[in-house]
């Protein structure tokens, strides 16, 4: 990845790839997330333009059509090339894509970051770069996926799998979450949170989040947990065990811990520990409290407890994390 950012002083530059029968959302999302994303004194942090092969005009699956600005070509000059998903065309049939395509995307991922949303994922492995690598798509093209891709790693159970210079996602919303998981790695917490407020959606969801597949629908009258997610985000330095946790959704353990995982893809106690790391990668991030400040505010209660959850979700430990993380985001500026 020698040239994922060319030149620190300037403007990161994405392109993204927009292909016939195109999936309307996943194509604008980047657009809006990385537009969007500033640094503290509201300079742009990235530049999104978008290509189609020939830079002809492509239909969506919404009923419009688009003109891209740029033809391939401009994969060139990207900092990160990004596929949106699509709903048809060859490579959910046969596994093939267009040569110009193919050349393209193979000559930019030996410069460049490469993204997809959703089934732009069958772009990439038909163009050769997912072989023997992870990835993820929407959970309703797996089995598809699988038998037109066998060499690739695929996990159809994730949000998304950053792999370093290789980020997939599953479908739409998930595109939103890698995106502002790439701000993050990019710049920080800081800024990838001002863009999340920008769009009115959640900071942040593990990218190992299950999807959120077909489930039943909750029974009538049933309450929701989300207003007890919520009351334990405000709470995460304090004591919080299912019984507590129970009583505020006011529902037996069993039916709570049943309905939660059925909203989040997560146990109650999972999607916990993952809010509280959350909570420390920010404040180590973010702050100069100590490991043992971090622990408490965070509720792990102890700086051993903490190192054991941020190398078990991140791989290394507290300080580690900060001076890498800091010294990353610096220099990402």
């Known amino acids: 990845m020698a040239n994922m950012c060319k030149n620190r002083a300037m403007v990161h530059r994405i392109a993204v790839v927009a292909l016939d029968d195109f999936a309307t959302l996943d194509l604008g999302i980047p657009g809006q997330v ?7 004194e509201g300079r742009k942090l990235y530049e999104v333009v978008t290509c189609s092969p020939g830079g002809r005009p492509v239909r969506g699956s919404g009923g419009y059509t688009v003109v891209p600005d740029h033809d391939l070509s401009v994969l060139a000059t990207a900092d ?12 959910l049939v046969d596994g093939t894509i267009d040569g110009e395509l ?15 949303i959703c089934t732009g994922a069958f772009v990439l492995a038909a163009a050769g770069l997912l072989d ?36 997939t996602s599953a479908g739409v919303a998930a595109g939103i979450d890698v995106c502002l998981h790439v701000v993050r790695r990019d710049h920080g917490s800081e800024v990838a949170n001002r863009a999340a407020r920008r ?31 919520a009351w334990m985000l405000e709470r995460l330095d304090q004591p919080l065990d299912l019984a507590a ?3 505020h959704a006011r529902m037996s353990v069993r039916t709570f811990t049943r309905r939660f995982k059925e909203e ?12 509280r790391v959350e909570r ?19 509720g792990f209660g102890t700086a051993v407890s903490l190192r054991q959850h941020l190398h078990a979700t991140v791989g290394v430990a507290p300080l580690a994390y900060r001076h890498t993380f800091r010294n990353h985001a610096v220099a990402a500026l």
């Open 264 to 275: 989040t893809g997560l146990s109650p106690a999972r999607w916990l520990t993952l809010q």
């Open 245 to 247: 946790q129970a009583r």
């Open 132 to 167: 023997g690598r992870p990835a993820t798509t929407h959970w309703r093209n797996a089995a598809l996926f699988r038998s037109l891709y066998p060499k690739v790693l695929l996990d159809p159970d994730v949000l998304f799998i950053d792999d370093g210079d290789l980020l």
């Open 199 to 229: 769009c009115v959606t959640p900071p942040w969801r593990e990218g190992g989040q299950a999807q959120f597949i077909e489930r039943p629908l909750p029974e009538p009258g049933d309450a929701g947990t989300a207003p007890t997610r």
């Open 34 to 40: 990385f537009w969007i994303a500033e640094d503290s």
């Open 102 to 116: 193919r050349e393209a995307l193979r000559d930019a991922a030996g410069r460049s970051r490469m993204m997809s």
């Open 80 to 91: 990160t090339v990004l596929v949106a998903g699509i709903h048809g065309g060859s490579p």
């Open 280 to 298: 420390a990668r920010h404040l180590l991030e973010t702050t100069d409290l100590t490991v043992d400040q971090v622990a408490a505010r965070s």
